[in-house]
């Protein structure tokens, strides 16, 4: 069972100070991030209707990035097994960004 979880109210708040505000107005489709809990090796899909410059940016609780990929001019279907299982265990924010507009989802490295 995949379990995307939504940042609480006081993460999203936290995170907004520390990588500027997600206005949750970006349009995904088909997002997926598994597992979720995991040991820092999961995989991230999503497929995005709209050209635009694209950032896949993951922040741990205090805002720090710790993964950035840009890409240019992207649409389509993405998928990609991402790696950050050098980080200590905690909770990460998965910060999808085209453009102006932005979403959020939470992960757990355990």
Do not use: M, W
Request: aromatic share 8%; hydrophobic share 30%; net charge neutral.
């Amino acid at each position: 069972k995949v379990n995307i979880t939504e940042p609480s109210k006081e993460e999203i708040s936290l995170l907004n100070k520390q990588t500027g505000i997600s206005d949750n107005k970006l349009l995904i489709n088909k997002l997926n991030l598994y597992p979720n809990p995991n040991s820092g090796k999961f995989n991230l899909n999503f497929i995005l209707n709209t050209k635009g410059t694209t950032e896949i940016s993951i922040f741990n609780l205090e805002g720090k990035s710790v993964y950035t990929e840009k890409l240019t001019e992207f649409s389509g279907n993405y998928t990609k097994e991402i790696d950050i299982s050098a980080n200590p265990k905690g909770i990460y924010f998965v910060k999808i960004t085209q453009d102006e507009h932005s979403q959020v989802k939470k992960i757990v490295l355990d």
